[in-house]
């Protein structure tokens, strides 16, 4: 049997993923300051900015490593377990979660800050809202065609 490197590849991708992720989390607060006082904004809003900014990746983060889960499974060369199906529920769970904070978010700058009234944000939000969505939903889709393969190869076992 030959070795198939995708896997490998694609669990290293996921881990640079955290890893910028990491990064990027941890360095939010100073760009976010740099960038407003760029534009003379007081730090009220910085603060309100980077805590949406924190509450948005929350649930990408814990996606994230459901996804590290996922191709760790597949590396073993065991993706059609309960721990897949599950990892699966979870991702869908975050990518809904993230849809709505994104809307609460949005919903609570618009209200609290002046400055984003007048931000034409309609693309990326709707953008924002359809990338959740799909994800969520071939999640969950996902999660039920492993859930029957599961059932499938457990009667096949049970059967030889």
């Known amino acids: 049997m030959k070795n198939d490197f995708s896997p490998k590849i694609l669990n290293?991708?996921?881990?640079?993923?955290?890893?910028?992720?990491?990064?990027?989390?941890?360095?939010?607060?100073?760009?976010v300051t740099a960038f407003l006082k760029s534009r003379q904004l007081n730090r009220e809003l910085s603060t309100t900015i980077s805590i949406c900014l924190y509450l948005l990746e929350v649930p990408y983060v814990?996606?994230?490593?459901?996804?590290k889960k996922l191709c760790?499974?597949?590396?073993?060369?065991?993706?059609?377990?309960?721990e897949s199906v599950k990892s699966l529920k979870t991702i869908s769970m975050c990518c809904f979660s993230e849809l709505l904070i994104i809307i609460?978010?949005?919903?609570?700058?618009?209200?609290?800050v002046e400055a984003f009234n007048n931000l034409p944000l309609g693309l990326p939000l709707a953008?924002?809202?359809?990338?959740?969505?799909?994800?969520?939903?071939?999640?969950?889709?996902?999660?039920?065609?492993?859930?029957?393969?599961?059932?499938?190869?457990?009667e096949n076992d049970e059967t030889i």
């Open 12 to 31: 290293a991708i996921v881990v640079l993923g955290i890893a910028i992720t990491c990064i990027l989390v941890l360095a939010t607060p100073l760009i």
């Open 62 to 67: 814990m996606a994230l490593f459901k996804l």
């Open 72 to 82: 760790g499974l597949v590396v073993k060369n065991n993706p059609f377990s309960i």
């Open 104 to 112: 609460g978010c949005k919903k609570y700058l618009d209200y609290s």
């Open 127 to 154: 953008a924002s809202i359809i990338v959740c969505l799909t994800i969520g939903f071939l999640c969950i889709v996902l999660s039920q065609l492993f859930e029957i393969a599961i059932k499938i190869k457990e």
